[in-house]
């Protein structure tokens, strides 16, 4: 992985952004579908056929299509009989309105082919990317049709028009046709995350960049970034330049990273975890630091009593909402130590004490806690972002409820209080499945984790499986807007990044064909890995 590849093509080098697992390309079953990969890694490319594309000729007959095999899997294939397209010298990529001039150059430069823009003319050997008015579909589905020597993608919405960008870029790599007939597709869930520890560990700019362009490639459509935790705080800050990490992201680089992201209709969602998890700003500010009654600290847990505490995470909260300009942001919630002990009021009557001030007589630490939660909410629904918290955020028979547009991010049933999903789902609440017992990817493995395969995942998990191994009834199906595969760093030197992301490659397969079609998969296991690896 963070590989790239290289072909020259005569004198002129056709370039695309890759890593392993990047380059997505496949070719109908018909076709050669080798690998372009150099031995030396470099770009890849994808050598346009110097003949010009066939046409469909009434003195030739050609056998019925077969349905492209890609990674997601499209949901509907219309066979036809033609020669199907595969990029040609010469062929353009024209569109129906300058919103779709992004996904044009893209895949212009990836093809080999002229990037011609706004055209109304046709000629043998187009591709035509135009926007519908399709009222009422999924804002990311699309339809490509593949007929007379030409392929159409169009989408009611730009998103939907690059995933049908992705299907064909997949179709014919290594010299492959997109066979001929017509493609429907569309996900089956919203939401399609991969999550990115990059608190505990430093990943480079560059290694996320070489992420943002697989998971463009797989259609996915969110990166979750936890950048602040115990051991470090990882993105540069001029309200607290203090508490910023040696090893960090500049802003200059989060912005590319952000807008390479958006290229590919992929969200950024940022995560600054309160109150817990604030170790890297309590080792610059102590007075923060949460204490019990003997004065015992607690682990990177600020103290919520004080004011303090609320405001510098508010100013961090306030001082990224631009930085990431995506609609969602995690607020965390989870592991707050003073509600990890069996009193918390006993063991933390400072805490006890402001929860009755700010909420009644009878007021727990947890309601002090949920309060919290709320406030922090607030600040980034300011900014138009949907709030998400983990579900050890929320807790049982509180007085005061968490605010119910915060999403529930579901990753495990072992917390202290721990709740069944149901419980959630019950409640009306959206849920994103982060289940730990397939999704989680620790480095180290340690508390029990095993690294997740994705064989388990793909023969084994669906979105309604939230928690363990067991599914929820698919009354909630609509409440579970989809899922996130997720690496945390807790044993930071276990592995490379490079380990990481050869360690992620399947799974991340695996987790894209579950979140995009809802039925079980075509291809067993063995040919689903054989495919993800002809496809690079």
Not at 471 to 479: E, G, P, R, T
């Amino acid at each position: 992985m963070g590989q790239t590849r290289g072909l020259i093509i005569g004198a002129v080098a056709v370039t695309v952004a890759a890593g392993v697992g990047l380059g997505l390309w496949a070719g109908d079953d018909s076709e050669p579908t080798g690998s372009a990969q150099s031995p030396s890694g470099g770009r890849s490319a994808l050598s346009p056929d110097p003949s010009p594309t066939p046409t469909p000729s009434p003195t030739r007959s050609y056998a019925l299509s077969k349905t492209p095999r890609t990674i997601p899997a499209v949901r509907t294939h219309t066979p036809a009989r033609g020669p199907g397209w595969r990029p040609a010298s010469g062929g353009r990529v024209v569109v129906n309105g300058a919103d779709l001039a992004d996904e044009g150059r893209l895949l212009a430069g990836e093809l080999g082919l002229t990037y011609a823009g706004e055209k109304d003319d046709v000629r043998a050997g187009d591709v035509r990317l135009a926007l519908n008015d399709d009222e009422g579909a999924d804002s990311e589905s699309y339809t490509m049709t593949v007929r007379g020597g030409r392929v159409n993608i169009s989408g009611p919405d730009d998103s939907g028009v690059f995933y049908g960008t992705r299907t064909l870029k997949q179709e014919v790599h290594g010299g492959g046709t997109a066979p001929e007939g017509v493609v429907r597709d569309e996900p089956a869930k919203p939401v399609r995350g991969f999550m990115l520890d990059i608190a505990r560990k430093h990943f480079t700019a560059d290694w996320i960049e070489d992420r943002v362009r697989e998971l463009g490639d797989l259609k996915f459509n969110q990166i979750g970034l936890h950048f602040s935790d115990d051991q470090g705080f990882r993105i540069e800050s001029d309200s607290h330049p203090e508490i910023v990490s040696k090893e960090h992201l500049t802003k200059a680089q989060v912005k590319k990273i952000v807008a390479l992201a958006e290229s590919r209709h992929i969200s950024v969602v940022p995560e600054i975890d309160s109150p817990g998890h604030l170790g890297a700003v309590i080792a610059a500010h102590p007075e923060l630091q949460l204490r019990n009654a003997q004065g015992v600290a607690a682990r990177g847990a600020v103290d919520i009593s004080k004011d303090a505490s609320a405001e510098i995470v508010d100013d961090l909260l306030n001082e990224y909402a631009d930085l990431f300009p995506g609609a969602f942001w995690n607020l965390g919630g989870d592991e707050y130590r003073a509600l990890m002990v069996s009193s918390p009021e006993t063991s933390y009557p400072q805490l006890a004490t402001a929860a009755r001030e700010a909420y009644g007589s009878g007021a727990s630490v947890a309601d002090l806690t949920t309060g919290w939660l709320n406030d922090r909410a607030a600040v980034v629904r300011d900014h138009d972002k949907i709030p998400r918290a983990w579900n050890d955020g929320f807790f049982r028979g509180t007085s005061v409820q968490p605010d119910e547009d915060i999403q529930v991010g579901y990753w495990t049933g072992k917390e202290i209080g721990a709740r069944q999903p149901v419980e959630y789902l019950s409640a009306g609440r959206k849920v994103v499945n982060y289940n730990d017992e397939f999704l989680y990817y620790v480095l180290g493995q340690p508390n029990a984790f095993v690294y997740p395969t994705g064989q388990r995942i793909y023969e084994q998990w669906t979105p309604l499986v939230v928690r363990g191994t067991q599914a929820v009834s698919s009354k909630y199906d609509d409440q579970i807007l989809g899922g996130s595969f997720a690496v945390w760093c807790d044993l930071a030197d276990s592995q490379t990044q490079n380990q990481v992301a050869a360690g992620i490659r399947m799974p991340l397969r695996a987790t894209v064909q579950k979140l995009w079609d809802p039925g079980k998969p075509a291809l067993s296991w063995t040919e689903f890995r054989a495919l993800a690896d002809r496809l690079g």
